[in-house]
């Protein structure tokens, strides 16, 4: 059997723009966690908003991917992408400056909390609206699988300090004087951005109306092999995953009599794993290939969870077997997401960027709150052990629409199938 080997992508530490941005990108991580947080406890401390309340709160942050659909087709007639990225991160700053300096004036309300998650939620998919081709006029295509490393470590990093470092700030200053600490960290992602010196290439003229735009994406994504493979295994997986993540926190306290600082310790665990996936992820697809290395990932994330259901003994026990866990989950979720997204970038056409993100994050994401919806149900009516079952073992089938694709085959991003 011939080896296929693949020169080492260049060194992205030592590109002063690349890492510009990244350093932009991982200081406003940082400050999504603080909010993520902070956004809540103001719904919770300040305005007594009852669960239903908080749900819709959740809710607002994510429907504006739906609107990706539009947004995106938008997003490809416009040259600057990084001007949109810089719109992005200001209006966001904006946004949540507006919380503190109504705290202070005594009118904070729960109109305004639900409009700053829904302005956030769009911002932020505005953002990733014009990322992609940002992205790719500012990495060479053979560093994509590092650069999106680069990135997801960062990301992973948030997940572990982030909580930690959010609930001490929230804790010394209030939750609405916190949120001050994630605008600051939008105005230096924005002034690091405007600091690339970048090459856009203007869209193509315009030969179809936004609907055909959005039609277009749609058909790309689902007509095209390795994007519809893609989709297909990305939203099966997720929507198993968050039948899981519904029920999760709730089985770690009820079921298993766990405590708060145990269950973070558990999942703190898990967010190690994330970290140690997005730094291995590059070099095992350089020794078994792109496609393998997706595929071990897909299986990787869920399948853990099936193991949940048989969590017992002592509360170390089970705080330990959590945290493997929540580890090798989170190994397997970076294994799959940085080869993928580095994979989805490099077979995308350039003119089709933003409405091809724009169609696979309407599906992908709006699959999520209908499998929490699910696990809500079947966690109602099986139980929540074999709930977790289900969830473990239905996300892992999501392997099949890799299997049944070109990806399996695509070793590097220089393979004919891409």
């Known amino acids: 059997m011939t080896t296929v080997t693949s020169a080492p992508p260049p060194a992205l530490h030592r590109d002063s723009r690349f890492r510009t941005f990244w ?21 919770v401390s300040l305005l007594a908003a009852t669960p239903a309340q908080v749900s819709v709160l959740t809710a607002l942050i994510w429907l504006p991917n739906l ?34 300096v109504a705290y202070l004036l005594g009118a904070v309300t729960l109109t305004q909390l639900y409009l700053v998650a829904l302005l956030t939620g769009a911002g932020a998919v505005l953002f990733a609206m014009a990322h992609q081709a940002f992205f790719v006029a500012l990495v060479p295509r053979s560093a994509y699988v590092d650069a999106t490393s680069k990135l997801s470590m960062s990301r992973a990093v948030s997940f572990v300090a982030g909580p930690a470092v959010g609930g001490g700030l929230v804790q010394a200053l209030t939750a609405p004087v916190a949120v001050v600490v994630d605008a600051v960290s939008f105005l230096g992602s ?33 007509r095209h092999p390795v994007l519809r493979a893609a989709l297909g295994c990305t939203s099966t997986v997720n929507f198993f995953t968050f039948i899981s993540t519904a029920l999760l926190v709730l089985y ?28 291995l992820a590059p070099r095992v697809s350089r020794a078994i290939g792109l496609g393998r290395t997706a595929m071990i990932g897909v299986v990787l994330f869920p399948a853990p969870l099936a193991l949940a259901a048989l969590v017992s003994g002592p509360t170390w026990a089970k705080v330990g077997m959590l945290a493997a866990i929540e580890l090798v989950s989170s190994v397997g979720v970076m294994l ?24 696979y994050s309407a599906v992908n994401y709006g699959i999520r709150p209908l ?48």
């Open 23 to 43: 350093i932009g990108q991982t200081i406003s991580q940082f400050g999504d966690r603080i909010s993520e947080l902070a956004l809540p406890l103001i719904a």
């Open 67 to 100: 609107l990706g659909l539009f947004l995106g087709a938008w997003v490809d007639q416009r040259t600057h992408k990084r001007r949109l990225l810089i719109i992005a991160d200001l209006v966001r700053a904006a946004v949540l400056l507006s919380l503190p």
């Open 190 to 222: 924005a002034l690091l951005i405007g600091r690339i010196p970048v090459t856009e290439t203007p869209p193509p003229p315009r030969q179809s109306s936004t609907l055909g735009l959005v039609r277009d994406g749609l058909v790309l994504v689902l």
């Open 252 to 279: 770690a306290s009820r079921d298993l009599g766990l405590s708060a600082g145990a269950i973070g310790i558990a999942f703190g665990a898990g967010a190690v794993g994330g970290l140690a996936g997005a730094a």
């Open 336 to 359: 799959m997401d940085v080869n993928l997204n580095a994979l989805i970038t490099a077979v995308t056409p350039d003119e089709a960027r933003g409405r091809r993100a724009g169609a």
């Open 371 to 418: 499998g929490a919806l699910v696990g809500g149900a079947l966690g109602t009516t099986i139980g929540v052990r074999p709930t977790l079952v289900v969830a473990g073992l239905g996300g892992v089938l999501a392997v099949l629409w890799l299997l049944a694709s070109p990806v399996r085959h695509i070793r590097t991003l220089d393979d004919p199938e891409t």
